[in-house]
T-cell receptor
Framework: ETGVTQTPRHLVMGMTNKKSLKCEQH?????MYWYKQSAKKPLELMFV???????ENNSVPSRFSPECPNSSHLFLHLHTLQPEDSALYLC?????????????FGDGTRLSIL | SQKIEQNSEALNIQEGKTATLTCNYT??????LQWYRQDPGRGPVFLLL?????KEKRKERLKVTFDTTLKQSLFHITASQPADSATYLC???????????FGSGTQLTVLP
């Protein structure tokens, strides 16, 4: 139990579907992150939220839309995805967005685009 | 931007031996470097953090070194066990944003 829960664990969707990934952290952290992990590639940082405000957007296509309604919850809304978007999407949290605190990861959502 | 290289994609060692994994970076020296472990189908788990002014850090059977002259960190697992088999990721801060940049990892297999 890492304190960060992601749902669903697996998701298969067509390119025209709309779906959302959910992340919840029970650690009292102030920062939350979305990462993309593709096979044989490093983790790619997508978005960073600090105290519910987005502080980083790493040139992510607009078909990915994050939402952070409070410091414990983070969503990633998906719309009109491409086959190359198939990957493991990881959520993480840390005490603060800046600094050297370790990040705590969920176990990810395995996304497959048909 | 920072480029991180982890020595090899896969490393096989015999149980009881010391595993040594390498993380090299190319640009400026970060203020700190972190190591994570990732098991198949799971998210990364934080193991150790070492600061630029620390030469070495230990935690149980784990040891990390940080050489800012060589731009390299070494991660050692002594008395390795099959349960240590996993992918190990190094991560360091990236520029003014101070976010973590991860290497692609080294898959370690400890053979019984």
């Amino acid at each position: 139990e890492t304190g960060v829960t992601q749902t669903p664990r697996h998701l298969v969707m067509g390119m025209t579907n709309k779906k959302s990934l959910k992340c919840e952290q029970h650690l009292g952290h102030n920062a939350m992150y979305w990462y993309k992990q593709s096979a044989k590639k490093p983790l790619e940082l997508m978005f960073v939220y600090s105290l519910e405000e987005r502080v980083e957007n790493n040139s992510v296509p607009s078909r990915f839309s994050p939402e952070c309604p409070n410091s414990s919850h983070l969503f990633l809304h998906l719309h009109t995805l491409q086959p190359e978007d198939s990957a493991l999407y990881l959520c993480a949290s840390s005490q603060d967005a800046w600094g050297i605190q370790p990040q705590h990861f969920g176990d990810g959502t395995r996304l497959s685009i048909l | 931007s920072q480029k991180i290289e982890q020595n090899s994609e896969a490393l096989n060692i015999q149980e009881g031996k010391t595993a040594t994994l390498t993380c090299n970076y190319t640009n400026y020296s970060p203020a700190y470097l972190q190591w994570y472990r990732q098991d198949p189908g799971r998210g990364p788990v934080f193991l150790l953090l070492i600061r630029e002014n620390e030469k070495e850090k230990r935690k149980e059977r784990l040891k990390v070194t940080f050489d800012t002259t060589l731009k390299q960190s070494l991660f050692h697992i002594t008395a390795s066990q099959p349960a240590d088999s996993a992918t190990y990721l190094c991560a360091l801060e990236e520029g003014s944003a101070r976010q973590l940049t991860f290497g692609s990892g080294t898959q370690l297999t400890v053979l019984p």
